[in-house]
């Protein structure tokens, strides 16, 4: 059993910055593929960004490449999004998301979900 607890969002101007955290509990976080989607209102649920369990692999979707970044600590059992240059269409519900032992982009291939946290671009 994983629990996932997301951090960090908020209210950002549009060009601004947020860093998302994501505490997972579980001695196994390293073997996990941890990813991030989002969700706006009315919208489905969208992919963001993965990082393998080694960190050799790692996807963007489109829309957030060269602006958001995500790292993890497995020490720390924590994995990041640093999203850059923040634009009104990133208003979305976060979630951070572990894959056991796969790669994985789509939503039905994750095991286990945090909770959510509102981010928010507006002037």
């Known amino acids: 059993q994983v629990q996932l607890v997301e951090s960090g969002g908020g209210l950002v101007q549009p060009g601004g910055s947020l860093r998302l955290s994501c505490a997972a509990s579980g001695r196994t976080f390293s073997s996990y593929t941890m990813g991030w989607f989002r969700q706006a209102p009315g919208k489905e649920r969208e992919f963001v960004t993965y990082m393998s369990w080694d960190g050799i692999s790692t996807l963007y979707a489109d829309s957030v490449k060269g602006r958001f970044t995500i790292s993890r600590d497995n020490a720390k059992n924590t994995v990041y999004l640093e999203m850059n240059n923040l634009k009104p269409e990133d208003t979305a519900v976060y979630y951070c998301?572990?894959?056991?032992?796969?790669?994985?982009?789509?939503?039905?291939?994750?095991?286990?979900w945090g909770q959510g946290t509102q981010v928010t671009v507006s002037s």
């Open positions: 998301a572990a894959a056991y032992g796969r790669w994985a982009f789509r939503p039905h291939e994750y095991d286990y």
